[in-house]
């Protein structure tokens, strides 16, 4: 098959300790021939190799954009640049698919890890564990190619020789390899990471997550009880198990998102971007480059804070926000780079039900005075890093005064999320140094910034791509997945119990006092009669707003369509069933010249 690379380069990379020392070199593999696995380091070194590929998507822009844009949860920035994820408007073959090769790639070196490595010489333990490795990452790149395109091309052999013929299998053999694939890894696989995978590389409790996901994700396509019941089932024998898997929830949500946490308790496996430039592919002050492999997502939901939080800004006749005077803001390492590519949904309805709502504030992050999750996940308030003397003669300013601000203390920018009479310049009738901005202010160039993944460390070089990790499973997704899958087995008390304990979690502030916090949780509490499918969904907007999940969310539950006619103006219009698959790339069609034409999804 001519789109699976058969000459890969397999360059070895660091699996991390949550202290980032370096575990493997890196010795470049520039072809792969069946010869080059039968050593342990050919076996680890392809293995390295797939680890280092899961970077080259998962924090980058245009992966980023495919798993959460035409969602709603996001829609378009300021710079979107073009509308066509947003809104599936010109949706095809030819502007979507940024990992179909990448992935067939991968597998395709992890069946030769899987076909050459059985006989290596290695203790049996080990190497079983670098099998089990292998497996562990076929299964899961093989998921997310049957999540987002259905049939797919299914190969278990090493290809060593180019073929311009392909076709597509069935998706229930799809499943049935992955499912195949993790439960064996998690029978091989360490309770808790281990020399050379450190930091959190796959384990144990991984596989096993990522198989009750498999589950739950079958039991949606099929109606099937048993792959509820399973998915289940395995959520509560990882909860069971969490001390020795070394695993467990912070007690305050927003701890889960300090750097000093990226390898902590609540992480289960993430995609590496080390601080060595020599494995984050870039420069120390060469700044981020489009399309490397390098981790940009602490950008791509912030808004231009340098530009556009003039201090003398105004409302309009409309009522709109016009930027105006001096910014009083400048660009730096905590609030990071903006790059305005999409936003939180929070454009009202015109009509119909949702008339006046937003799914932002009043579908998903309803309760903001209890639940911590609002204040944990986005910034609303952007202290001045720069002195700005404001004269009480300034075109538009109307406070009447005139004043300087003060570095590290006056606030800039306030992104309240309720009105307040007076904004932008005054609160009711007080006079407001930097500037007042309340929800129906909000447009596409100025909006509460997702703040989960912003990385400090780049200090002085803070347009540098980041070295934290892109977290893509936490413990939390345990009892979420737990949750839907009892709730689709018809148990939903069960359900509710473990939505409970995330959203008591939730309800925890470091600020508080014991009796607070009880009083808090005891207002989080739901009950059996409160778990629906939508409730769900909601729930997983404020658990995991941005992490990479939404669009995989929303198609599993068959809601995608539903969802987007209910909250996103842009896609509504637009979308349709078919959507719930993905268009084959073209260049993967184009490619196929033998025997007969690769087909696409229909609708596309």
């Not at 409160?530 to 999940?549: A, K, M, N, P, Y």
């Amino acid at each position: 098959m001519k789109s699976i690379k058969i000459f890969i380069t397999a360059g070895m990379v660091a699996l991390l300790s949550s202290g980032c020392e370096k575990v493997l070199e890196e010795h470049p593999q520039s072809q792969i021939v069946p010869s080059y696995f039968n050593s342990p380091s050919g076996v680890l070194g392809g293995i390295a190799g797939v680890y280092n590929d899961i970077r080259s998507q998962w924090g980058t822009e245009g992966f980023t954009v495919e798993m959460q844009a035409g969602t709603d949860e996001f829609i378009q920035g300021l710079s979107a640049g073009t509308p066509i994820p947003y809104t599936y408007n010109g949706l095809n073959g030819s502007n979507f698919g940024s990992a179909w090769g990448v992935a067939f790639q991968d597998i395709n070196t992890l069946n030769g890890v899987l076909q050459y490595g059985q006989t290596i010489d290695l203790p049996e333990a080990t190497r079983k564990q670098y099998l089990a490795q292998a497996k562990f990452l076929r299964a899961f790149w093989y998921f997310y190619l049957v999540q987002t395109w259905g049939d797919v091309p299914l190969h278990t052999e090493f290809i060593t020789v180019p073929s311009q013929a392909a076709s597509r299998q069935p998706a229930a053999q799809v499943y049935e390899l992955i499912i195949k694939d993790l439960t064996e890894a998690a029978a091989d696989l360490p309770n808790q990471p281990t020399a050379p995978f450190l930091g959190k590389a796959a384990t144990k409790p991984v596989a096993l997550f990522l198989l009750a996901k498999v589950h739950l994700t079958r039991g949606w396509l099929n109606n099937t009880a048993a792959d509820f019941t399973k998915a289940a089932t395995l959520c509560d024998e990882i909860i069971a198990s969490k001390s020795a898997y070394g695993l467990d929830l912070w007690q305050d949500y927003g701890d889960a998102f300090v750097p000093a946490n990226d390898y902590g308790k609540e992480t289960m496996f993430v995609s590496d971007h080390v601080l060595d430039p020599k494995y984050g592919y870039y420069s120390v002050g060469g700044a981020a480059g489009g399309g490397a492999a390098q981790n940009l997502s602490p950008w791509f939901t912030n808004w231009n804070y340098p530009n556009n939080s003039g201090i003398n800004s105004f409302k309009n006749a409309s009522g709109g926000f016009v930027n105006s005077g001096t910014s009083g803001m400048i660009r730096d390492s905590y609030y990071g780079r903006p790059y305005i590519r999409m936003r939180p949904n929070s454009d009202k309805w015109p009509t119909g039900p949702h008339a006046g709502k937003n799914y932002f504030l009043d579908q998903a992050f309803t309760h903001r005075d209890i639940d911590s999750r609002f204040a944990s996940s986005f910034y609303t308030v952007y202290i001045s890093n720069t002195s700005i003397t404001n004269t009480a003669t300034t075109p538009n300013n109307s406070r009447g005064i005139g004043y300087t601000t003060v570095v590290g203390s006056d606030t800039a920018v306030w992104l309240p999320d309720y009105e307040v009479p007076g904004a932008p310049q005054f609160v009711g009738t007080r006079p407001f140094k930097g500037i007042v901005v309340p929800p129906s202010l909000w447009n596409n160039g100025i909006f509460p910034a997702l703040k989960k993944f912003m990385d400090p460390s780049r200090g002085a070089n803070f347009n540098d791509p980041s070295t934290r990790p892109c977290v893509l499973y936490r413990f939390s997704d345990v009892y979420m997945t737990g949750a839907e899958a009892y709730f689709k087995a018809g148990d939903a008390a069960k359900a509710a119990s473990l939505l409970n304990v995330v959203r008591q979690r939730a309800a925890y502030r470091k600020s508080n006092t014991t009796a607070q916090n009880a009083t808090a949780a005891a207002a989080m509490t739901i009950t059996a009669a409160d778990v629906t499918l939508d409730f769900i969904l909601d729930e997983r907007s404020r658990e995991f707003f941005g992490e990479w999940q939404r669009w995989h969310d929303l198609v599993r539950t068959r809601s995608l369509v539903r969802r987007m006619q209910e909250w996103n103006q842009e896609a509504a219009p637009y979308v349709k069933d078919f959507n719930m698959l993905r268009p084959i790339p073209q260049s993967q069609i184009d490619r196929v010249v033998d025997g007969p034409a690769f087909p696409q999804n229909s609708g596309y």
